[in-house]
């Protein structure tokens, strides 16, 4: 098994343009986590999938941040217009079940810098 | 709000065993208590998962007393390998984790 993939890895981009990241979760899993983390904030959830069903958005920062997931193998996370404060960490994880407690398994993440 | 508290550092040597108490006086009733580790450059990894006693996989052992307003995840005989960061959570009143700063543990030779 793979595990949880994510691309890019890295991003740099400038203030303004539109950012797209990309997860796929392990085949077979039900649920889909996509988390953010910085130095001050640390590790935030940002929307949480069940069955391809966004179940909960609260997490996402503002309307500027927009995260779809058209089949169970696949999800992105969008960011338009990217600005300098969206630089971070964006890890997506997957879960076998729909329990928020059940274990999660994290991607490596993709560092988004935006200049 | 469940929220927990756990040190912000620990230094450890080599051979050590290592605890980390994580305080959540709020526990729900039905709530689990779950650790992650994260290594620098790479996602957090689930290590273990308890509710009340003791729980034992190959990597970590998880001790929650009664009242389970605490919990201590031990790490018997740490090597460098264990320099990380220790998450512990506790669902937020059945809604999602929040992962507060952890534990940075730092293990020296």
């Known amino acids: 098994d793979a595990g949880v993939i994510q691309s890019p890895r890295h991003e740099v981009t400038e203030m303004g343009q539109e950012v797209t990241l990309r997860c796929k979760p392990i085949s077979g899993h039900n649920s889909l986590f996509w988390y953010r983390q910085t130095m001050m904030r640390g590790l935030e959830l940002l929307i949480y999938?069940?069955?391809?069903?966004?179940?909960?958005d609260s997490g996402m920062p503002e309307d500027r941040f927009s995260a779809k997931m058209p089949n169970a193998s696949f999800s992105t996370l969008k960011i338009q217009p990217s600005e300098p404060r969206d630089s971070a960490v964006y890890f997506c994880?997957?879960?076998?079940?729909?329990?928020?407690?059940?274990?999660?398994?994290f991607g490596p993440g993709t560092r988004l810098t935006v200049l | 709000l469940a929220k927990t508290t756990q040190p912000i550092s620990m230094d450890s040597y080599e051979g050590q065993e290592v605890n980390i108490t994580c305080s959540h006086n709020?526990?729900?009733?039905?709530?689990?208590i779950t650790w992650y580790q994260q290594f620098p450059s790479q996602g957090p990894r689930f290590i273990i998962q308890g509710y009340k006693t003791k729980v034992t996989n190959e990597v970590a052992s998880l001790f929650i007393p009664a009242d389970r307003k605490s919990s201590t995840l031990s790490l018997p005989r740490v090597s460098l390998s264990d320099t990380a960061v220790y998450y512990c959570?506790?669902?937020?009143?059945?809604?999602?984790?929040?992962f507060g700063p952890g534990t940075r543990l730092s293990v020296l030779p």
């Open positions: 994880a997957s879960s076998p079940t729909s329990g928020r407690e059940d274990e999660q398994f």
């Open positions: 999938f069940n069955n391809n069903v966004p179940i909960d």
């Open positions: 959570l506790v669902p937020n009143y059945g809604q999602n984790f929040v």
């Open positions: 709020n526990i729900a009733t039905n709530d689990y």
